[in-house]
């Protein structure tokens, strides 16, 4: 009330002088917003002529360069497709609460949800078939190093090897056998169907060995590395999710206050539910509760080792 006051006894006091503003100086100031800090992060996109992503196109190339690495990109189309679920589902929420703002905050912020899990599906997936490739080529060099021939290698351990490496050496089998008996150009062609270093190594010396057999003494060493990747990572794993574990813990927290203010005061819930500023306060915690779990799985991503 008093700044109203104090509102109309200035523009009395400019109308009682008979002060008038200059309407064309007035138009030709511009507001003009300070610049933004350039980052390091800036100025490498820069340099490489990348363009800043919005936050949602940025999770979008994040989640389906994700799953093309693990070998799972068909699920792209329907991880999108439960993405715009989620976020219907949480525009329903608000909405049956009672609650706008939260209702738009929540079909944001659960969109991304599907997105985020995607992205730290690569961890676990990569983990696996490390383990895979280990015991695979473990398996295929051994029997390799017996005999010289990695076609009778392959075939007398393929059916002790798991997904998704026994596809990789089930069809290049098949193509060996039945379409190319170019050894050397198959692995060739073998090679980049699984994501993975090691790997890699492992098919550069076994196409060096299809002209020299006495080469076959360097893939012992590269399988033993995996070892070695096993450790660094089991080593690294508990820093590398502690961001995401103390942020979860955090938001569990923050959450249960909600049910227990129930219990614990009705009165005050409805305050928190029914007013305006209760409404603002549950929508300010949701948008910091979003904003934490996107920075925690930005942080907890898996160190990527090159042995």
Known sequence: MRIIVFVLTLFGLLVACNI????????????????RKETAKDFVRKINGVKRESIFRRNLNEAKTALDRTGQGYKFKGTVQMALIFAASGAVIGIVAGNIMLAAVLAVGLYFL???????????????????LETALSMITTSYNRHNDIIKAVQENLDNINKP???????????????????TSEIEQMKPKLDNTLFWKWCDALILCQSDHTLKSTLVPIVNKFSDLKAQQQENETY??????EA???????????????LI??????????????QMSMTVSAIVILASINKAIRLSKPIEYKI
């Not at 008038?20 to 610049?35: C, M, V």
């Not at 490496?165 to 050894?183: C, G, Q, R």
Request: proline share 8%.
């Open 114 to 132: 599907p997105l985020w899990t995607t992205q730290l599906s690569v961890f676990t997936y990569n983990k696996f078939v490390n383990e895979e």
């Open 248 to 262: 979860v813990t955090m938001i569990l927290l923050v959450i249960s206050v909600v049910p227990l203010l129930y």
């Open 240 to 245: 590398m999710l502690l961001p995401l574990r």
């Open 165 to 183: 490496v026994h596809e990789v050496f089930k069809v290049f089998l098949a193509n060996v056998n039945f379409t190319n008996p170019n050894i």
């Open 20 to 35: 008038k503003p200059d309407l064309a100086k007035l138009k030709s100031i511009r507001f003009k917003p300070p610049a």
């Open 265 to 278: 005061n009705k009165e005050w819930f409805s305050y928190l539910v029914g007013t305006f500023w209760g």
